[in-house]
C-alpha cells in the first residue's frame, strides 16, 4: 500500500520533469547533478541514472562500455535523417565503420581541408563586410559552415545548395525531442507528433541529395581513374575494413556523409556563436585575442603552424564549448547489468552524462558559471580540473569520442581567428539568451550582433 501511494505522491513531479523535457530537456536535469556525483531518477517507465563524476564517467563509458549502446531513443529520434552511420551505429557494424573511417580524420590528413576552410570564410566576411549591420550571428555561422563542409565533403560549393542543407537539417533536428519524449513515454513510434510529416520530409530531402552526389561521383571515377578530388566523398568512397576489406555500400555512406554534415556543420557553428557572442561581452579579453591574432596571423589566411601557435584563441573557443557544449548530453541504455558506485543499473536503465551540468560541476570548476579562458591554461592550477578527459567532454569520451574533433577544432579555430582579425562584432541583446537542447544546444532566441569593420 506505501508503495502504491509513494508511486502516486511522485506524479506532479514527473508530470512536471516530462515538461521540462518536452519545452527544453537541459532544463529537465535535476538540480543535483550539479554537484552530485551520481543521481537517480524515475520518469514514466523509465529508471534514469545521472553520471556526474569524472571516475564514474570513465567506469561507464570505457569499463562497461560493451554494456551499453546509443538505445531507442537515439535511433527513434535521428534515425530517419542519419541512418546507421558512425553516430547511430552499434556492435560490429559500428566497429568496422569506426576503423575504416578513422586514416579519413586522421590529423597530418586535416591539413588538406584548410583551404576550404580559408576560402569559405573569405567569401563570408567579405558578404558580411559589405553588408555591415545587424546579423544572427548563429545564421551566418550556420550558413559558413554548411558551405565549408560541402566543400570538404564534395569539393564544389556550388554542387548542392548549402544554405537549403541546412534549413533541411534545422527543420529535422527541431522536431527530435518529442521523439525523445516519446521514447521516454513509452509512446508507439507511428505516433504523430508536431513538426513529424515536415521533419521527415527534410531527412528524406538530405538522404535523395546525398545519394545523388554518390552517384556522380561514382561516375567521376570511372571516367577519370585517379583524378578524383581528395575529399570526404571520395575517402569515404574508397574506406574499407583493415581487417576484411569489406567498402561501403551507398547506403552506409549516405548515412556517414549526413553524420559528418549534422556533427561536421551544426556543432562547429554552434560553437562559433556561443563564443563570439561571449567575447562580445567581455571586451578585456577580446582585446588579448586580437592582439594575439594580429600578431601571429599574416597573409590572406591561417596555416596549420599559425593555428597551432593561437594558445589564447584556442582557450576562448574550449572554455565558451565548456559553458554552451554543442552536445549537451550523452544518452546510453544498459544491455546488460553492472553497478555503479553501489547503484545497480539493470537492462534497460537509461544512462546519462549531462555535459551541460558536468561541466559546470561544482566540485570540479573553480566559479564555474564565470567565462575564464585562463582555466585552461596548465599553469591555473586549481581552477582546471584533474581528470581532464572526462570532466571536460565537448566531444564525448571513450570508445565513441568524435572521430572528427580535430577537423572541428581547425574549422572554429579558422573561422574564429579570420573573422576576429578583419571584423568587430557586438551583442545586441542585453543578455545571451539561454541554451535550448534539440539533439544540439542551440540559443533560444537568434544572437543577434552589429558587425563592424576593424580599424
Known amino acids: 500500500m506505501s508503495a502504491l501511494l509513494n508511486k502516486f505522491a511522485s506524479l506532479p513531479s514527473q508530470l512536471q520533469m516530462m515538461r521540462a523535457t518536452m519545452r527544453n530537456p537541459v532544463e529537465a536535469l535535476p538540480e543535483a547533478v550539479f554537484h552530485e556525483r551520481l543521481?537517480?531518477?524515475?520518469?514514466?517507465?523509465?529508471?534514469?541514472?545521472?553520471?556526474?563524476?569524472?571516475?564514474?564517467?570513465?567506469?561507464?563509458?570505457?569499463?562497461?562500455?560493451?554494456?551499453?549502446?546509443?538505445?531507442?531513443?537515439?535511433?527513434?529520434?535521428?534515425g530517419p535523417g542519419l541512418g546507421d552511420g558512425l553516430l547511430t551505429a552499434e556492435g560490429a557494424h559500428w566497429r568496422w565503420q569506426r576503423q575504416a573511417l578513422a586514416?579519413?580524420?586522421?590529423?597530418?590528413?586535416?591539413?588538406?581541408?584548410?583551404?576550404?576552410?580559408?576560402?569559405?570564410?573569405?567569401?563570408?566576411?567579405?558578404?558580411?563586410?559589405?553588408?555591415?549591420?545587424?546579423?544572427?550571428?548563429?545564421?551566418?555561422?550556420?550558413?559558413?559552415?554548411?558551405?565549408?563542409?560541402?566543400?570538404?565533403?564534395?569539393?564544389?560549393?556550388?554542387?548542392?545548395?548549402?544554405?537549403a542543407m541546412a534549413r533541411n537539417l534545422g527543420v529535422f533536428l527541431h522536431q527530435t525531442r518529442w521523439s525523445i519524449l516519446g521514447d521516454l513515454l513509452g509512446t508507439p513510434e507511428w505516433l504523430p507528433h508536431p513538426g513529424k510529416t515536415r521533419g521527415l520530409a527534410a531527412a528524406q530531402a538530405l538522404r535523395n541529395e546525398a545519394m545523388q552526389q554518390i552517384a556522380a561521383r561514382r561516375e567521376l571515377l570511372v571516367q577519370n581513374t585517379g583524378q578524383a578530388p581528395d575529399d570526404l566523398l571520395t575517402r569515404l568512397l574508397a574506406a574499407k575494413d583493415p581487417e576484411t576489406g569489406r567498402m561501403m555500400h551507398d547506403s552506409e555512406i549516405v548515412d556517414n556523409l549526413l553524420t559528418f554534415l549534422t556533427a561536421g556543420h551544426e556543432t562547429t557553428a554552434l560553437a562559433l556563436a556561443w563564443t563570439f557572442d561571449r567575447l562580445g561581452r567581455h571586451p578585456e579579453i577580446l582585446r588579448e585575442v586580437e592582439r594575439e591574432i594580429d600578431t601571429i596571423l599574416m597573409g590572406d589566411g591561417p596555416t596549420m603552424e599559425q593555428l597551432d601557435r593561437l594558445d589564447l584563441t584556442r582557450n576562448v573557443l574550449r572554455e565558451s564549448m565548456r559553458l554552451t557544449p554543442p552536445a549537451p548530453i550523452i544518452i546510453r541504455?544498459?544491455?546488460?547489468?553492472?553497478?555503479?558506485?553501489?547503484?545497480?543499473?539493470?537492462?534497460?536503465?537509461?544512462?546519462?552524462?549531462?555535459?551541460?551540468?558536468?561541466h559546470r560541476h561544482r566540485s570540479l570548476w573553480e566559479a564555474p558559471e564565470i567565462f575564464d579562458p585562463t582555466r585552461f591554461v596548465a599553469q591555473a592550477g586549481q581552477s582546471r580540473p584533474q581528470d581532464d578527459r572526462y570532466a571536460y567532454m565537448p566531444f564525448g569520451a571513450g570508445p565513441r569520442i568524435c572521430i572528427g574533433a580535430r577537423f572541428a577544432e581547425t574549422e572554429a579555430l579558422t573561422i574564429l581567428a579570420m573573422t576576429m582579425k578583419r571584423l568587430t562584432l557586438t551583442p545586441e541583446l542585453r543578455v545571451t539568451p539561454p541554451g535550448k537542447m534539440e539533439i544540439t544546444l542551440r540559443p533560444a532566441k537568434p544572437l543577434l550582433m552589429s558587425v563592424k569593420r576593424r580599424n
Open 39 to 78: 543521481v537517480e531518477r524515475r520518469l514514466a517507465r523509465q529508471h534514469i541514472v545521472y553520471v556526474c563524476a569524472p571516475d564514474l564517467i570513465r567506469e561507464a563509458l570505457v569499463t562497461n562500455s560493451n554494456r551499453l549502446d546509443k538505445g531507442e531513443g537515439l535511433r527513434r529520434a535521428i
Open 103 to 163: 586514416p579519413v580524420f586522421r590529423a597530418n590528413g586535416i591539413g588538406a581541408f584548410l583551404p576550404a576552410m580559408v576560402s569559405g570564410t573569405r567569401r563570408c566576411l567579405e558578404d558580411l563586410t559589405q553588408k555591415g549591420g545587424i546579423v544572427a550571428i548563429d545564421d551566418v555561422m550556420m550558413r559558413l559552415t554548411g558551405r565549408i563542409i560541402v566543400e570538404t565533403m564534395l569539393s564544389a560549393p556550388e554542387a548542392i545548395d548549402a544554405d
Open 333 to 358: 541504455e544498459v544491455t546488460e547489468a553492472f553497478s555503479l558506485e553501489g547503484v545497480r543499473l539493470e537492462k534497460g536503465t537509461r544512462l546519462v552524462v549531462p555535459i551541460y551540468a558536468l
